[in-house]
């Protein structure tokens, strides 16, 4: 069974960090750009940050510049999202997925067609 399964979410204080994980099962992630997304109570899914399938090119959304560092693994075939300095405005259900190339210049949901399940993330004194 083909599967992403994100990890590592849950409640921080403001200011605090946390670090995502998204593992495959049933298929390897080197031959894919990966995308972190997110999506608030009422608000659309909207791109965190991605990376290539080797890593080298990574982006980020303006308001995670800096605070947001994406990352591969691709022997443990595992991607994550570093998040320190974080903000009440970031809690979200954090979502992975890949996409259908190596690259995207565009990280959108609509350039991505395989979803995890999401982690929560809440920041919260």
């Known amino acids: 069974q083909l599967q992403l399964v994100e990890s590592g979410g849950g409640l921080v204080q403001p200011g605090g960090s946390l670090r995502l994980s998204c593992t495959a099962s049933?298929?390897?992630?080197?031959?894919?750009?990966i995308g972190w997304f997110r999506q608030a109570p009422g608000k659309e899914r909207e791109g965190v940050s991605c990376?290539?399938?080797?890593?080298?090119?990574?982006n980020y959304a303006d308001s995670m510049k800096g605070r947001f560092t994406i990352s591969r693994d691709n022997a443990k075939n595992t991607v994550y999202l570093q998040m320190d300095s974080l903000k009440p405005e970031d809690t979200a259900v954090y979502y992975c997925?890949?996409?259908?190339?190596?690259?995207?210049?565009?990280?959108?949901?609509?350039?991505?067609?395989?979803w995890g399940q999401g982690t929560q993330v809440t920041v919260s004194s």
């Open positions: 997925a890949t996409s259908t190339g190596r690259y995207q210049a565009m990280c959108v949901p609509q350039n991505f067609n395989s």
């Open positions: 049933g298929f390897t992630l080197d031959y894919y750009a």
């Open positions: 990376i290539s399938s080797s890593g080298a090119t990574t």
